[in-house]
């Protein structure tokens, strides 16, 4: 008894060894290729641009080989259908191609309210209509969906789910791209969603931490304040992202939003508290942190768009996204190269974010097992439809002439709204 014993010891030791010299390897590998890099192109890893047509000037091609980003973000304005988009990949790809420095390609496809590529085949449901359905297996079939149709395309990562809760659906600038009011049910959406895009080899990215649910202002236009009452109300707004981390998500892009208890004085994506303390020290996150859009007005208001990108990276962003103007991007990329010459930028925060991002581009190549869900988009976007509809009367509405024998139909799935 004792000899089988100690042979299952054995065996058990023995995968361990394996799989941790695996993993010494791996990191091996990775760090030989950040250490080959110049500071040039390990700045450039930092940042995920956009560009600004559906093809590439010479000024534009001029532009990509000066800044050498580490990825491209796709908008609307960049194809005129879906067929567009992999022509183009191929083309930037030939301006910046490198073997060991792949690119990320990423989207905005959430659904409903945003989602860039248009057509059937690329139309997914939106975030309140999942929610309304509450099915953790139609939000994983979604997700699914919606990373098979992206990956298709030649995109590899989704910037969703969308992880807030808006405290006051009336007053809230988000609750239409949220699946809930209820932090339990955004959990719940959101981690099911995460693991189908993940199953379809897709990268997900849960926003905006550390929530934009509780605020009353548009983060695109003005500077919100979220000012949780108490600790408790405080961890129902991180509970959903808690939760993703808890799955393993690939990403969390940090908002433009100043939270506290927490940080009172800078936004979230300027923030060590809120990125190093709490993303990374308490939750225990190793993904990447991506710094939603630092051209939005209310970080320009604040200070220049080059000064912002370095307080982002310095706070423990990994990837900074400049998502419009050839010339912030340009201001960024100089403005941190800048710094991390003159040693404002340390190389060791630099480093540890360019690892960071190559060891996630290294993982892209992997191929990921299907999870058994076989529905397009379409008919996960019907059953999601055909699922999601209730007939309920509303308690806080706006004042409206209804006759007594009316009835109101709302789709949703904001319990605070049932009487």
């Known amino acids: 008894m004792k000899t089988r014993t100690a042979a299952r010891m054995l065996i058990v030791l023995l995968i361990f060894a394996g799989s941790f010299a695996d993993r010494i390897?791996?990191?091996?590998?990775?760090?030989?290729?950040?250490?080959?890099?110049?500071?040039?192109?390990?700045?450039?890893?930092?940042?995920?641009?956009?560009?600004?047509?559906?093809?590439?000037?010479?000024?534009?091609?001029?532009?990509?080989?000066?800044?050498?980003?580490?990825?491209?973000?796709?908008?609307?304005?960049?194809?005129?259908?879906?067929?567009?988009i992999r022509p183009l990949i191929s083309k930037i790809e030939a301006v910046l191609n490198d073997q060991n420095l792949p690119l990320f390609f990423a989207i905005d496809q959430e659904g409903g309210l945003v989602h860039r590529v248009r057509g059937e085949y690329f139309n997914p449901p939106s975030a309140p209509a999942i929610g309304a359905a509450h099915s953790a297996d139609l939000a994983k079939e979604s997700g699914r969906a919606v990373g098979i149709a992206l990956k298709d395309l030649g995109i590899n990562?989704?910037?969703?789910?969308?992880?807030?809760?808006?405290?006051?659906?009336?007053?809230?600038?988000?609750?239409?791209?949220?699946?809930?009011?209820?932090?339990?049910?955004?959990?719940?959406?959101?981690?099911?969603?995460?693991?189908?895009?993940?199953?379809?080899?897709?990268?997900?990215?849960?926003?905006?931490?550390?929530?934009?649910?509780?605020?009353?202002?548009?983060?695109?236009?003005?500077?919100?304040?979220?000012?949780?009452?108490?600790?408790?109300?405080?961890?129902?707004?991180?509970?959903?992202?808690?939760?993703?981390?808890?799955?393993?998500?690939?990403?969390?892009?940090?908002?433009?939003?100043?939270?506290?208890?927490?940080?009172?004085?800078?936004?979230?994506?300027?923030?060590?508290y809120w990125i190093k303390k709490v993303l990374r020290e308490e939750m225990g996150f190793q993904g990447l942190v991506i710094a939603d859009n630092i051209e939005?007005?209310?970080?320009?208001?604040?200070?220049?768009?080059?000064?912002?990108?370095?307080?982002?990276?310095?706070?423990?962003?990994?990837?900074?996204?400049?998502?419009?103007?050839?010339?912030?991007?340009?201001?960024?990329?100089?403005?941190?190269?800048?710094?991390?010459?003159?040693?404002?930028?340390?190389?060791?925060r630099i480093d540890e974010a360019v690892e960071r991002i190559i060891r996630t581009k290294k993982g892209l190549t992997k191929v990921r097992a299907g999870d058994g869900f076989s529905r397009d988009l379409a008919s996960v976007s019907r059953a999601i439809a055909e699922n999601s509809v209730m007939a309920i009367r509303r308690k806080d509405a706006p004042e409206m002439v209804l006759g007594t024998d009316k009835r109101i139909l709302y789709a949703g799935y904001n319990t605070n709204m049932f009487e």
């Open 25 to 84: 390897r791996a990191d091996d590998s990775v760090t030989k290729i950040v250490n080959s890099l110049t500071l040039e192109q390990k700045v450039g890893q930092l940042l995920m641009v956009g560009i600004p047509g559906r093809s590439l000037s010479e000024k534009d091609v001029a532009h990509l080989k000066s800044i050498k980003p580490g990825g491209i973000v796709f908008y609307g304005r960049n194809f005129h259908s879906a067929s567009d």
């Open 296 to 348: 939005m007005k209310p970080i320009q208001y604040l200070m220049e768009v080059g000064k912002s990108a370095i307080e982002s990276v310095k706070a423990g962003a990994d990837i900074v996204l400049v998502s419009h103007e050839k010339k912030n991007q340009e201001a960024v990329y100089r403005s941190l190269l800048n710094a991390a010459r003159s040693k404002e930028l340390s190389l060791s």
């Open 157 to 272: 990562i989704n910037l969703s789910p969308v992880l807030d809760v808006p405290s006051d659906i009336l007053s809230s600038p988000i609750p239409g791209r949220c699946y809930s009011d209820s932090h339990e049910t955004v959990g719940l959406m959101g981690v099911s969603y995460i693991k189908g895009l993940r199953g379809a080899g897709v990268l997900a990215t849960a926003k905006h931490f550390p929530g934009i649910g509780d605020a009353r202002d548009d983060s695109h236009f003005v500077l919100p304040n979220v000012s949780w009452k108490n600790a408790q109300k405080k961890d129902n707004a991180l509970l959903p992202f808690k939760r993703a981390v808890e799955e393993g998500i690939d990403a969390i892009m940090v908002g433009h939003v100043v939270a506290e208890p927490g940080d009172g004085e800078n936004p979230a994506s300027l923030s060590s």
